[in-house]
Structure formats: C-alpha cells, structure tokens
C-alpha cells in the first residue's frame, strides 16, 4: 500500500514539464551525525528544486548489524551548502523520468529496506547515475564512502563537471 501511495504521490510530480534544461547535482557530505551522506538535488522550468536521498529511518547502532527501515530524504538548505557538489548532468526529458523512478522505486521498497553495506545511500546515488547512462565502477570499494565514490565516477565520466 506505502508503494502505492508513493508512486502516486510521484506521479504528481510535473515530469512531462523537463524540457531538457533540468539538471541533476550530486553531492557528498563528510561523515558526521547527519545522514545521507550522498544525495542528488534535481531543478529547472517547470520542475521545482528539490533533492533526494536514502538513509535509514532512525539511526542508531542497529544498522550496523543487520538491514533497518529505510526512506528517502529531502535535506534543507543548509546542508547542502555544506555539502561537496562534485558534479552537474543535464538531463533529458527521458532520462528525467527515470530517475525519478529511481527515487520512486527506493521510496517504496519492502522493509526493512537500508542495509549500511547493500542498500545504502551510494547504492541509491549508483542506480540514480546508472539510469542516467553514467559509468560506474562494479568492483567498487567506495560503497561506504559517497565523496570517494563521486570522485571515482568524476574520473570515469571525464566530462563530468560542477
């Protein structure tokens, strides 16, 4: 029923509105008591400014042992202008519409739905890029460390710039 609800809260949003002229700005943020630590913030005409991340429900010492209730996150202002922008992408109406079905698809997961070494907020960022056609290293070792994995795919995808 939660998934429901969450995709058609999703549907709500104006997709059909892209144009071509959003753009996608994925951040890090250095560890500290505030989570996520990687997120995207989405924005442009007819698409208002927002961002999105996935963390876990409640942090506490639990997620170190097992998978805990997951959701995603909307961070305010602040954080992310603490936050490290480590690039820009331009995206396509299309392309627009799949990563929204990223955030969509995590939002409604099975719980308990975060996993600190499966399902964690890079494993989020990782399909977001992924979908967007982005390269990503499948034998990362940065799955745990969102700036390291930024700057991984910064270096995979040349291009890419703040």
Known sequence: MI???????????????AQADVLARFYSRDFGSVFPHGFFEVEGPGVPKKNYGFTAKTVTPAILMSPVAGKIVEMKPDYIGRSRLHFTVRLSDEQYRKLMNVVADWGSRKQPSYDLYKANCVSFVRDALQVLGL??????RFMGKPKSFL?????????LKP
């Open 3 to 17: 998934r429901l609800l969450f995709a058609l809260l999703l549907a709500l949003l104006p997709f059909s509105a």
């Open 151 to 159: 700057t991984e795919v910064q270096a995979l995808n040349p291009g």
């Open 135 to 140: 390269k990503t290293n499948p034998n990362t």
